[in-house]
């Protein structure tokens, strides 16, 4: 809504079409939740304005565009591209840091505050619930982000109290992807979230155990755990035959 917000401000709202709707669907391709989510939020405020304000706005233009829908799951990111994240814009090098070392959705990671992190724990956000949830956190990410200049109260700091937006970090994430070549495109932030799960199963935890980290459904962890025994035993197969 603040981005509707900021990108609207001062239009008349009765000259939104479905063309020009479907346009900016269309635009947002690259990240089909972010469109669907969009198409969402318009139809609802304008259901709202018209069934509860009585804004006489007209028939929803949002109606009738299709939705882009559940997509592929999103595929763990390959270990060539997490090892060129030494040479990303520090941004997206932070951000990815932060998601693999949390387990938290992107967009939850890119907006952690300093305060979170309190030595071995850390406080992070399940996004679906809205639940925060003190999880023991990583060596290697409590090192890193001691590394970091501070600039604010958050990781990623916009200014000294506002964390950079999501869409900021996906915009030079978008970037640097686009350098590494066609083979990276397949691959989206949410995919870091994916591999810090099979990461897990690869070294041995439970399905409650990475349940404790991620908070995910008993189904997703299942989903994910099936990529990691293939990759171990795939690997053991290999060494057994050299």
């Known amino acids: 809504m603040d981005d509707l917000l900021e990108n609207n401000f001062g239009k008349d709202v009765r000259r939104t079409t479905k063309q020009g709707l479907r346009k900016v669907h269309d635009a947002l391709a690259d990240t089909p939740r972010k469109a669907d989510k969009r198409l969402q939020t318009v139809s609802l405020l304008w259901n709202y304005a018209v069934n509860k304000l009585d804004w ?17 799951e999103f595929e763990p990111w390959p270990e060539w591209m997490v090892n060129k994240l030494a040479d990303a814009p520090a941004t997206v ?8 070392g949390t387990g938290q959705r992107p ?21 679906k619930s809205d639940e925060r949830l003190e999880v023991f956190c990583p ?3 409590r090192d890193y982000i001691a590394t970091l200049p501070r600039a604010g109260k958050h990781v990623l700091a916009k200014n000294l109290n506002e964390p950079l937006g999501y869409d900021a970090v996906e915009k030079a994430f978008r ?35 990475i349940q404790a980290v991620t908070n995910q459904s008993a189904e997703m962890v299942a989903y994910y755990r099936k990529k990691a025994d293939r990759r171990r035993l795939s690997k053991a197969a290999h060494t057994r035959r050299i």
Not at 56 to 72: A, C, E, M, T, Y
Not at 176 to 186: H, I, Q, T, V
């Open 56 to 72: 006489p706005l007209g028939s929803n233009p949002s109606v009738g565009i299709d939705h882009f829908g559940k997509q592929r």
């Open 93 to 100: 090098k932070t951000a990815a840091e932060l998601i693999l």
């Open 107 to 127: 967009n939850a990671a890119i907006k952690m505050e300093r305060d979170q992190f309190r030595g071995e724990w850390m406080d992070v956000l399940d996004e």
């Open 139 to 141: 060596e290697d990410l």
């Open 175 to 209: 970037a640097w992807r686009k350098d590494l070549g066609p083979e990276a495109k397949p691959y989206v932030l949410h995919g870091l979230r994916k591999l810090a799960i099979v990461r897990l199963a690869e070294a041995g935890c439970s399905d409650a155990q």
